[in-house]
Each structure stands twice: as structure tokens, then as C-alpha cells.
């Protein structure tokens, strides 16, 4: 006999609820893609299996999205023949969320709702999913059997904080999703109604690559012996006729595979919130088709803003495989290396070994010189960008561009060219590196750079007195990051990279010498004092107003360093 049990929501599930619920109602459209977007996925999760258990797909091999409405009873279904669900999976992905970074998302929607400035780009930005289905629906049943499974669950809930789970019927594999759909206000769209879905279709999920169909009226010629007919023969009345045919209503474009000319501005921008889930245009794309020896097609956007995950370590990478058109995987980290983590995009590659396993696929030469090629093209990208443009993409990526330094030798001069600070002298601008080598003045032989947390008082930090006093420029690092960029740039442009307050600055060689002789009674002095507390007192190259200032030697940590680590608990 088959039990009905029922349970409650996590808590941060019943929050989420609460804030989409209450935040998203001006955007429900949404739900739909997100449903879909989820049978997609299930579809693609099952054909990955499929790949070394054939067995899985049976005769079911035809994949499809079906949409069926009910005007009547206000209900809408969407269901897919994917990979479906076991009992333990629904439980597990269903009443919780299970995504990385849960808690600190919801902490910053909170905030948000607070200083009512909660928008719905902040909520997109973590993709609703599943129980964006609330917003519309009062109830949401779903029933789901997983591939070679012979039982299949039923879930049901209301969204007000518990959910039933029991045994149910289901023929065939894969998932039903039925929303019954709440009341609504004078005005608002009927989601059973077959232009409504059609549009939504159209604008959000235009781009999902199995169809998406459904039942429609259509009308049809009523065939000439079925027509009724005058004296003359001439026909009286319709000459068509209403009748119900299955439709699909997306285009299923693989736009990637089309040339450049044949794809529309507005195709690309949708094309990249289908793949991101992002409500807003990217900042801009790169479209390649590489032919000869390294053949792949690649369409790659770099968002208009940093997702809040980005410094998450389970965050999923933006990537998806393809072969020929065919899905092989989402979340390819091989093909570009964590430091270009926030693009987004699709790589098909016709040569492919379908049958790669993601171990194989990080030996596999082919895809290690596409990684090659796009880590150099996206560079050349950023190279290439505006001035105007490219501010928008540091502010965002700069930080995760710069731990390109630590992983990526091959390409450091690119990153060297693509790197950026405010200085002593560039009021406020950014400074690239080559444009702080064309102003440095006569006699000046290195690169000065100084890190810390903080700008104002690295501005004004005695160690750079005697930089100042020379009109040297010097670099105000910022990012804790800047310390694996200096340790591994040790020059550019035949230029040293030089540390502003470690070791002698040997500005003026001469000074120094005769200072050391005219105070050697004092630093003996200071040295007593604080003998267990440093290891040197003499004279400084990098003063000028001040009277003394604490420094390391050119080989130690700088104190950003020191204080980074003690902060980590290093
Ligand atoms: P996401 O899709 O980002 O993982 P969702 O909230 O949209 O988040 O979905 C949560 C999880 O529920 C999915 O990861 C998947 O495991 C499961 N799921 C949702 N819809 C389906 C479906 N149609 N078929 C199989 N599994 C599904
Ligand atoms: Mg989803």
C-alpha cells in the first residue's frame, strides 16, 4: 500500500519561496523558462548516460519538451522524457537547494529587501529554478520516474512549507510538472491560453535544442469532396476547418554553427541569457570558427556583471561542450582555465571522441589546444576592448584575470599587458603597465609598485617620500591577489618590478654612505632599544620628511603579505 508522507521545507527553502514569491511577480514569465531550461537539462543528463548505458533509452529515444494547458481547470504541464528521478533525488534536489553559496546569496537578497532595492537582475543572478513555479502556481505537482527505474513518486506541495511525497503511476520515464495556476488579477496573462506560451517560448527558450511542443488549433482546408456545395457546384461556407495538431514552438537554432553575418544582435544577446540564465546583455562576445588541424566553433560572452559566486570553489564553470550540434556536457572546465571563469559560452567541437569521460577529456590533445587557442583569443578580446569597455570588464573580472599570473606562465606577458593600477601620479585613473614605462623619467630604470589594502594610505606612505620627491611613479597595488602578480612579474619590458618598501631603493648611492657615518651613534642607539624586534638599523633610500619608517629587507614578505597571511590563519 503506498503511503503518503509528508514533510517540511528546509529553512532557507520556505525564505527563498518567501522572497521570490513576494519579489518576482512582475517577471512570472519566468517560470517557464525555467522549467523548461530544467527538462532540457534532464534530457541532456540522460543522453550523457545513455552514452555507456544505451539500455537506459529503450524505444524512448525520440527526446522532446511537451507543453499541455487546460483553460478549464487553470492548469499548465510541462513535461519531459529525461533522465527523471528517484525517490532520494527528489527529496534531495526538490526541498532543498543544494546550489553553493545558498546562505550568502540569500543574506545579500535580504539586505536588499531591506533597503528596498531588491531587483529581480539580483534575484536572476542565482537563478530561481524550480520553485520560480510558486509564482504563478498554487499548487505544483510533479511526478518523475527515473530512467530504468520501474516506480515513479508524486510531489506535491502548496509552497506554504510542506511538501507530500508517495508512490504514483507513470508509464513511462522521465518527469510531469503541473502547476495549477493561482487565481490572478484583472489583466494578467492566462498561462493556459496557446499565444500566451508561444510568445514566452519565442522570447526565453527560443534556443532549447529539443523541440518544445504542443497541442494547437490550426486551421486546415476542408478537402474539396467535404466541402458543401450550392447548384453551381460553388462551395457555401468554410472552406477550413479547426483541428488539433502538435506543434513545435521553438526554432532550436544552433547559432554557434552559423556564420557570423546570418546571426542577429538580438540572437546573440538571447542566445547568452538562455545559456546564463542572466536577465541583463552581456558586456560583449566573441564568435570563432577555427578551421585545419584545431577545428571548433565557439560562441563566448563575458557578462555585463560579476556573478556572486564568482570566488565560490563549487561554482560551475560557464562552458558547454558540444559535438556536431550534439550536447556532450555543461560545466567543461578543460577548455578554459579557472582564471577566465566568468565566461559564458558554447564550444562545439566536430572532431570529438563522443565517448569522452571528463577524465579523458583533460589528456585529450585536441580539446588541450582549444583551450590553448581560446585562452589567446579571449586575451587578444580583452586587449582589443575600449578604453571605456574594457573599465567595465576590470572592475567586474580584473581580480580573477589577475590569478592568471599564478597558473598561467605561458601566457604572462598577455595578462601583463592586460593588468591596471592607480598610482601615485595617475590621479584616480587606472595605469597600464606600458603607458607607465612611456612616462617614466630620465634615469629612472624600474618599475616601483607598493601593496596594500588600502589606497589612501598607501598614497601616503613614508616609504614613497623619496619616490615622490624624484617624480617617480609608482604603482598602488590593492588586491590581495597583487602579491602572487609581483612574484611572478618580476619585470616587463625589460623593466624590474620593484618594491617600493622592501630593500634599498639605491636612488642616490653617495648620500646613503655618508648618512651611514654621520648617525652611527643613533642607529646604534635605536638598535638596543629594539633588538629583538628587528634585525637592522640604517639609513633609508626611501624617506625624505620622515624621520624613520619600518621595512623589509628586498627578499622578506611585504607587510600586506604578512598581514594577508595572518588574517588566513597562514
Ligand atoms: P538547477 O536547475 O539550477 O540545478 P533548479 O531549482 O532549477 O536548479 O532544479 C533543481 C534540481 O532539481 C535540478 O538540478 C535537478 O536535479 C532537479 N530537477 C528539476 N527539474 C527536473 C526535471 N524535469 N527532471 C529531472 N530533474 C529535475
Ligand atoms: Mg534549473
Same mark, same amino acid.
Given at each position: ?161 510542506? %511538501? ?10 522521465? *518527469?510531469? #510538472?503541473? $502547476? !495549477? @495556476?493561482?487565481?490572478?488579477? +484583472? ?84 542566445? %547568452? ?10 558586456? *560583449?562576445? #566573441?564568435? $570563432? !570558427? @577555427?578551421?585545419?588541424?584545431? +577545428? ?275
Amino acid at each position: 500500500e503506498a503511503r503518503k508522507e509528508t514533510y517540511e521545507f528546509k529553512t532557507e527553502v520556505q525564505q527563498m519561496l518567501h522572497l521570490i514569491i513576494n519579489s518576482l511577480y512582475s517577471n512570472r514569465d519566468i517560470f517557464l523558462r525555467e522549467l523548461i531550461s530544467n527538462a532540457s537539462d534532464a534530457i541532456d543528463k540522460l543522453r550523457f548516460k545513455a552514452q555507456t548505458d544505451p539500455e537506459l533509452l529503450g524505444d524512448d529515444t525520440e527526446f522532446n519538451i511537451e507543453i499541455i494547458t487546460d483553460p478549464e481547470n487553470r492548469t499548465i504541464e510541462i513535461a519531459d522524457n529525461g533522465i527523471g528521478m528517484t525517490r532520494d533525488e527528489v527529496m534531495e534536489n526538490i526541498g532543498t537547494i543544494a546550489k553553493s553559496g545558498t546562505a550568502a546569496f540569500l543574506e545579500a537578497l535580504e539586505q536588499a529587501q531591506k533597503q528596498e532595492s531588491l531587483t529581480p537582475e539580483l534575484i536572476g543572478q542565482f537563478g530561481v529554478g524550480f520553485y520560480s513555479a510558486f509564482i504563478v502556481a498554487e499548487k505544483v505537482t510533479l511526478i518523475t520516474r527515473a530512467a530504468g527505474a520501474d516506480k515513479a513518486v508524486k510531489w506535491e506541495s502548496a509552497g506554504d512549507g510542506a %511538501y507530500t511525497i508517495e508512490e504514483a503511476e507513470k508509464p513511462s520515464r522521465g *518527469t510531469r #510538472i503541473i $502547476l !495549477k @495556476l493561482k487565481a490572478g488579477e +484583472e489583466g494578467d496573462k492566462d498561462y493556459t491560453q496557446e499565444w500566451v506560451i508561444r510568445n514566452i517560448v519565442k522570447q526565453h527558450s527560443d534556443f532549447v535544442s529539443y523541440p518544445i511542443r504542443m497541442e494547437v488549433e490550426k486551421d486546415e482546408p476542408i478537402p474539396e469532396a467535404e466541402q458543401e456545395k450550392d447548384q453551381d457546384g460553388k462551395p457555401v461556407g468554410e472552406t477550413t476547418r479547426k483541428v488539433s495538431a502538435t506543434d513545435t514552438l521553438n526554432s532550436m537554432k544552433a547559432i554557434w554553427m552559423q556564420s557570423k553575418n546570418d546571426v542577429s544582435e538580438d540572437e546573440y544577446k538571447e542566445f %547568452y541569457k538562455h545559456l546564463s540564465h542572466d536577465w541583463n546583455d552581456p558586456l *560583449t562576445h #566573441i564568435h $570563432l !570558427k @577555427l578551421e585545419g588541424i584545431t +577545428e571548433y566553433s565557439a560562441l563566448l560572452y563575458i557578462p555585463a556583471s560579476a556573478p556572486f559566486d564568482l570566488f565560490f570553489p563549487e561554482r560551475k564553470h560557464g562552458i558547454q561542450l558540444y559535438c556536431k550540434r550534439v550536447f556532450i556536457m555543461d560545466d567543461c572546465k578543460e577548455l578554459v582555465p579557472e582564471y577566465l571563469r566568468f565566461i559564458k559560452g558554447v564550444v562545439d567541437a566536430p572532431d570529438l571522441n563522443l565517448n569522452v569521460s571528463r577524465e579523458i577529456l583533460q589528456q585529450d590533445l585536441l580539446v588541450r589546444n582549444i583551450r590553448k587557442n581560446l585562452v589567446k583569443k579571449v586575451l587578444d578580446l580583452l586587449r582589443g576592448m575600449s578604453d571605456e569597455e574594457y573599465e567595465k570588464f576590470y572592475a567586474e573580472f580584473g581580480q580573477v584575470l589577475k590569478e592568471g599570473f599564478h597558473s598561467d606562465w605561458e601566457n604572462k606577458d598577455r595578462l601583463a599587458d592586460l593588468i591596471q593600477y592607480k598610482t601615485t601620479r595617475s590621479e584616480d585613473k587606472f595605469v597600464r603597465l606600458k603607458d607607465y614605462v612611456a612616462r617614466m623619467k630620465p634615469g629612472q630604470e624600474e618599475i616601483y609598485y607598493i601593496t596594500g589594502d588600502n589606497l589612501s594610505m598607501l598614497i601616503n606612505s613614508p616609504h614613497l617620500e623619496a619616490l615622490k620627491a624624484k617624480e617617480y611613479e609608482v604603482l598602488l597595488m590593492t588586491d590581495p591577489v597583487d602579491e602572487w602578480v609581483v612574484q611572478s612579474l618580476t619585470e616587463y619590458d625589460g623593466k624590474t618590478l620593484k618594491s617600493a618598501e622592501k630593500g634599498d631603493l639605491r636612488l642616490d648611492d653617495a648620500a646613503d654612505d655618508t648618512k651611514k657615518e654621520e648617525y652611527s651613534g643613533l642607529f646604534e642607539f635605536i638598535r638596543g632599544q629594539l633588538e629583538e624586534k628587528i634585525k637592522e638599523v640604517k639609513p633609508s633610500s626611501h624617506l625624505k620628511d620622515s624621520v624613520a619608517c619600518l621595512s623589509g629587507d628586498a627578499h622578506d614578505m611585504s607587510a600586506y603579505m604578512e598581514k594577508l597571511l595572518k588574517s588566513s590563519g597562514g
